[in-house]
């Protein structure tokens, strides 16, 4: 059971070059969730999950893009990247929203745009 | 937006001593608290959540304290040691979103 696994897990870009974040969980959850994380500030909402098949905008969307590819899997993309983009990059995932439940986190991406 | 913050950005303690870390939140509607640990270069690890129909819950070493008079939350690490150093966060939820606060640097001094 290897819970929320991410990759890849660092990635050096150019301004304007596109990328998938890849992101699966093997614990059966119904809802999942990309966040990016700066110095100084919480976990930000990118994009969320909350079932297959559904996808909706959080906090922070603008530049990002996701597929609920199946159950396991919630990828994010990078059409074109912005230096504002640089971040680390989390993925998690939850047993369904509206529950009182914790999301388990994925190592991380870190992500830099020069 | 809702806002979750720390009181402390920065706690040293000695090891063995207790922790307090502290958090304040705003949207009286969150009904569901997490506090999580984040060592440098992972990502957050679940360590104790409280329900708003509770005051207190224990875990191994930890307590976490929910004030709803005050929209207050805290965490207690009894008998700190060096492998607690971490960041600690909480998270509130109100049935929808997460909202995360920034974060207390916990050191460990041995």
């Known amino acids: 059971n290897a819970g929320v696994t991410q990759t890849p897990k660092f990635q050096v870009l150019k301004t304007g070059q596109s990328m998938t974040l890849q992101c699966a969980q093997d614990m059966n959850h119904n809802s999942m ?6 110095p100084g500030m919480g976990l930000r ?9 559904t996808t909706d905008k959080g906090e922070v ?9 199946n159950k396991r899997e919630f990828s994010l993309r990078l059409e074109s990247a912005a230096p504002s983009q640089t971040s680390v990059y989390f993925c998690a995932s939850r047993i369904a929203t509206g529950q009182q439940e914790t999301q388990y986190f994925g190592p ?4 830099l745009v020069l | 937006g809702e806002s979750v913050g720390l009181h402390l950005p920065t ?38 959540d409280i329900r708003s129909n509770m005051d207190k819950r224990q875990g191994q070493r ?3 304290l929910l004030n709803k008079t005050v929209k207050h939350l ?14 600690y966060f909480c998270a509130e939820n109100d049935g929808n979103q997460f909202y995360f606060g920034t974060g207390t640097s916990l050191t460990v001094i041995p």
């Not at chain 1, 969730?33 to 700066?38: A, E, K, P, S």
């Open chain 2, 62 to 64: 930890v307590t976490v």
């Open chain 1, 45 to 53: 909402l990118i994009y969320y999950s909350a079932s297959e098949g």
């Open chain 1, 61 to 69: 969307p603008n530049g990002y893009n996701v597929s609920r590819l």
């Open chain 1, 33 to 38: 969730y990309w966040y990016r994380q700066d």
């Open chain 1, 108 to 111: 991380g991406t870190r992500l």
């Open chain 2, 11 to 48: 706690l040293s303690v000695q090891e063995g001593d207790n922790s307090i870390i502290n958090c304040a939140y705003s949207n009286s509607a969150s009904d569901y608290f997490i506090w999580y640990k984040q060592e440098s270069g992972k990502g957050p690890q679940f360590i104790i």
């Open chain 2, 74 to 87: 805290s965490l207690q690490i009894a008998a700190t040691q060096p492998g607690d150093s971490a960041v």
